[in-house]
């Protein structure tokens, strides 16, 4: 097991609420990425924070939004939740500053939208 | 743009069996491409990295291959067994740490 840690695993939500991820990076990581994975699919960049800034960004409305703290854990915000946000959001750490290190993913989170 | 597929979507295997999986990329400035395996469910496993300058990376009964000229990457399993039934992705690093994954290969071994 790597040790990057999500929480929480499971969560049900209503169309239109907000919600919150959370994401603990490995020790010793400053680049925490978030994608997200309908079912079948493979996951999708949605962003990356490298050292408290935001990195990168995907295709990705601006109702996600992120957060990395000085520990470099990170939050996943959503507002305004669309059914088709129903899917298994995971986050990645990594040492950042070059794109050849390996990301280590967590267990994900299961966010289900009625 | 960078697009990954691989082939094939699902495969079914009895146990013992040596296989390959496939994976191919369009946009051969890549930085590394990484291999996962993922159970049901579940976060994602990385079982080998290889770099833009390494042709292949070997684990166990796992070695993947990378041929960045020709766009592909390959992943072949030895001696598969029931505990190596999953879905198993690549994905390619371009520019900073953004990994861009194809749509996995189910495999099912059985004994």
């Known amino acids: 097991e790597t040790g990057v840690t999500q929480s929480p695993t499971h969560l049900i939500k209503t169309r239109g609420q907000q919600v919150t991820l959370r994401c603990s990076s490995q020790s010793g990581h400053n680049t925490v990425s978030w994608y997200q994975q309908a079912l079948g699919q493979g996951p999708q960049f949605i962003f990356q924070y490298y050292r408290e800034e935001e990195n990168g960004r995907g295709n990705f409305p601006p109702r996600f939004s992120g957060l990395q703290f000085p520990n470099y854990s990170s939050e996943l915000n959503v507002n305004a939740l669309e059914l088709d946000d129903s899917a298994l959001y995971l986050c990645a750490s990594s040492r950042g500053g070059v794109p050849t290190y390996e990301q280590y993913f967590g267990p994900g989170t299961r966010l289900t939208v009625t | 743009k960078q697009e990954v597929t691989q082939i094939p979507a699902a495969l079914s295997v009895p146990e013992g069996e040596n296989l390959v999986l496939n994976c191919s990329f369009t946009?051969?400035?890549?930085?590394?491409l990484q291999w996962f395996r993922q159970d049901p469910g579940k976060g994602l496993t990385s079982l080998l990295l290889i770099q833009s300058s390494q042709r292949e990376q070997t684990s166990g009964r796992l070695n993947a291959s990378l041929d960045k000229s020709s766009g592909r990457s390959t992943l072949y399993i030895a001696a598969s067994q029931p505990g190596d039934s999953a879905t198993y992705l690549c994905a390619g690093v371009t520019g900073f740490q953004k990994l861009v994954f194809g749509t996995g290969t189910r495999l099912l071994v059985s004994p």
């Open positions: 946009d051969s400035a890549i930085y590394n």
